[in-house]
Each structure stands twice: as C-alpha cells, then as structure tokens.
C-alpha cells in the first residue's frame, strides 16, 4: 500500500463533449522515493543535487492509469511495446510521467478535452502541493546521509565534483553508475570489519561479490583516515569517483591489504589454498571471511555470527618492510613505482623465506607423545 505523501489521484470525469469518456489516473512518486532511497546508500547523491526547484520532479514520478480514453490509451499501448523492444521497458501498470505528459498534450485531436484537462490538473494547486511536498524532504534526506554523502555534498558546494563540468545528461548517467546490491553479510560482519580497519589495519583487499555496503564502509572509513588503502577484485564495483574514493580494482590476481576479505561468491581458488599452496597472501596478516575456510596453517581462528577470522601467528613478528608489503604484488608494485630499491625488495624476499619456512614447520610438527 503507498502512502498518501507519496500518489495524488486526479480524477478528471467524463472528457470529450457527446462522446465523453471517463479519465482519471494517480501521480506516483515511485521513482523519486528510489532516488531517496539511494541516497540513503551514497548513490545518486550528485543526481539528487541537481533537483533546485519543485517543477524538476516531474521527470521523477509515474502515471497510474484507471480509467483513460481509447484514443490516449491506443498510443500508449504502443509506445509500450516500442520500449520493450528498444531495453528501455516500462515498469508494469505505469508510464513514465514525461511520456504520458507527451501523449496527452499532442495527442490527436479527438483528445483535445481530455488534454485541456490534463494541462489544467498539472497547472492546478494540488499538483503544485504536491510537488512542493516532495521537494522539501530533499534537505533532510542529506543531511541525515553518512559520511560519504557529507563529503559528496561538500565537494559539490565548492565545485570540485568529479561531475561538475559534466552536462546535465552526462552527469546524471555518471551518478547512476555501479547501483548498491542488497547487503549479503551479517550486522555482526560488518561490525567486526569496522573493528578492524578502525587504526592497526594501513590496507584491505576484498575478493568476492562486491557486496556495496562492504566496500561503502571501507571508503567511507577512508575519509576519516587518508592512509587506509582499498584494492578490490569483485564481480561489481562502487562509484569511487562520486565519492572521491581511492579504490583500485583488478581484474586478476590478488590486490594489496594487509587485511584480506573474503566477499561473498563462490568458484574461486579457496582462501586455504591461497595461503598454504600458492602463498599468495604472504605470511602475515589478517583474513576476514563469510563462511569457515577450515584450519589454515599458521593462522589463529576466530568466529562469530556470520563471520570468520584469521589471525597470522607470524604477524607480531614481521619486520616492519614486511607488515606493509605483505604479499607479492604490494611488493612488485612497490619496487615498480620505486618506492622500494632492488636491494630492499630482496631483503623482504628473505624475510618472507624465512617466515614461510617457519609456518611449514609449524604446519607439519608433529604433536608431542
């Protein structure tokens, strides 16, 4: 059932002189609520900025049809079907209110009064109250978003968005990008992944699904600390450029994070696998999963709800070179950029070596008789 705030039924009577025809519709204000919603999740927020005035919601609602003439229905059934066939189909038992204004207003002329009608309805107070209603609910929902949101907005009054120069159209396409999925993790997940990004943790990497509020809190944990590094290999992504985000995403092997999560998704190589036969992940670090890995040589095991972490046993006793470059391709990426010299790289080899050796006698010794 929706809520009175949210439809205005127009109800317009017989139109039409001799041959009348009953016309009433309902205004729905479905897609701004959508709009709202999103923003609720960081999303959009540069698209909802763009709303400054009552009479730009209009593209932002949905014409219910109760009862409408054959000569306006006929056409619109039409341009139904057209939709479907072009990918860009309407929702079912709606039409987008800017086609149905379309139809109606240069209909043929045997719907001259059901247009007269129309027109009146959308100059008339009513419409107008209920514009304005809409409208004014914008500067709540913003100022009730997270932190992302703030910073979306700030940039956005100082004229540093990344869409700022962009046209209208362009913008708005851009701020649509990469839409949030339903979260896929438990309350107490997320709660522990908070936990530890919160000071010990410099860089996470996340494979998986993509799960959008996972990768939402991580950045926007990055705007209260500008060293944290993000680096991701998901089958999604989040907009990092409406957020100002510095996350990388790969394509293929494993990113840099000295915390590894394990998102939701499956047919992958396994964590266990990653740690104990291709050493990927280095010997030290923690790994934070949605489902139980199983025992992992080396690693310390924790659970709760929905959750699973793994605590190297090695970690307190890294070198400081090893507990930032903490698997390969931090490593390589490092020396390619120069942050390392050749000569640090093979000292942090040897430490490696030396830890890995360490971890596969723990692995395999033997418990005393």
């Given at each position: ?217 991580l950045c926007e944990r990055q705007r209260f ?145």
């Amino acid at each position: 059932m929706t809520s009175p705030e949210r439809t205005l039924p127009l109800d317009f009577g017989p139109v039409g002189g001799l041959a009348s025809q009953p016309f009433a519709v309902t205004l729905d204000a479905a897609p701004f609520e959508r709009l709202l919603e999103d923003v609720q999740q960081a999303h959009r927020v540069y698209e909802l900025s763009l709303l400054q005035r009552p009479g730009e919601l209009w593209e932002y609602l949905e014409v219910i049809a109760t009862q409408i003439p054959p000569t306006i229905a006929g056409p619109l059934d039409k341009a139904r079907v057209l939709a479907s066939k072009t990918g860009a189909p309407w929702p079912e038992g709606r039409v987008p209110f800017t086609i149905f204004d379309h139809h109606v207003r240069d209909g043929a002329d045997e719907a001259a009064a059901a247009a007269e009608a129309w027109r009146d309805a959308c100059a008339g107070e009513a419409a107008r109250a209920f514009l304005q209603q809409l409208f004014v609910r914008i500067p709540e929902v913003v100022a009730n978003g997270n932190g992302l949101v703030a910073h979306e907005q700030a940039r956005i009054a100082d004229g540093t968005h990344a869409f700022a120069f962009l046209p209208r159209d362009r913008a708005i396409v851009e701020s649509r990008r990469h839409p949030p999925n339903a979260p896929v993790h438990t309350e107490a997940f997320y709660a522990k992944l908070d936990e530890l990004i919160g000071v010990d943790v410099g860089s996470v990497f996340v494979r998986g699904l993509g799960d959008h509020r996972l990768l939402r809190q991580l950045c926007e944990r990055q705007r209260f600390r500008e060293d944290l590094e993000i680096s991701a290999l998901t089958e999604r992504e989040v907009n990092g450029t409406a957020w100002d985000a510095r996350i990388a995403f790969y394509t293929e092997d494993i990113g840099q994070g000295f915390l590894f999560v394990e998102d939701a998704g499956t047919g992958r190589r396994s964590v266990k696998d990653l740690v104990e036969t291709y050493a990927t992940l280095g010997p030290g670090g923690l790994i934070l999963s949605c489902k139980d890995e199983g025992e992992i040589g080396g690693y310390e095991r924790e659970q709760g709800e929905g959750w699973y972490l793994y605590r190297s046993e090695l970690t307190p006793l890294m070198q400081p070179y090893l507990r930032k470059y903490h698997n390969v391709w931090a490593l390589l990426l490092a020396q390619e950029s120069g942050d390392l010299s050749d000569t640090q790289v093979v000292e942090i080899i040897a430490q490696w070596e030396n830890f890995l050796s360490r971890r596969y006698v723990q692995k395999n010794k033997k418990p005393a008789s």
